[in-house]
């Protein structure tokens, strides 16, 4: 199983980024999907999950009204659309798949390798 994000990078605070995730050879449509990020000298956190259908979300307090999440499930992939960025939403972003939405930032199944978001001041 592959998870693959893709499209962070260097950008200033205030600017927005959307983030992919897609899994060749893999139907993304039977799992929860969630990101997380983890900034440098920090644990890793969970940022947002979707269900499987895409009718129920979940964001951390700190991104809440700034990210949104979605899926496009016919074309196995899920997003992550971050505007207002601010330094501190700088990290590694992952994307994840788990079974369940309740417990999506805490019981992850697969991993993807992450793509670095940077947010300059």
């Known amino acids: 199983v592959q998870l693959v994000e893709s499209g962070g990078g260097l950008v200033q605070a205030g600017d927005s980024l959307r983030l992919s995730c897609a899994a060749p050879?893999?139907?993304?449509?039977?799992?929860?999907i969630g990101w997380f990020r983890q900034a440098p000298g920090k644990e890793r956190e969970g940022v947002s999950c979707?269900?499987?259908?895409?009718?129920?979300?979940k964001f951390a307090d700190s991104v809440k009204g700034r990210f949104t999440i979605s899926r496009d499930n016919v074309n196995n992939t899920a997003y992550l659309q971050m505007n207002g960025l601010k330094p501190e939403d700088t990290g590694i972003y992952y994307c994840a798949a788990a079974d369940w939405i309740a417990t999506c930032f805490y019981e992850v199944i697969h991993w993807g390798k992450g793509t670095p978001v940077t947010v300059s001041s």
């Open positions: 979707i269900s499987t259908s895409g009718d129920s979300t």
């Open positions: 050879g893999f139907t993304l449509s039977s799992y929860v």
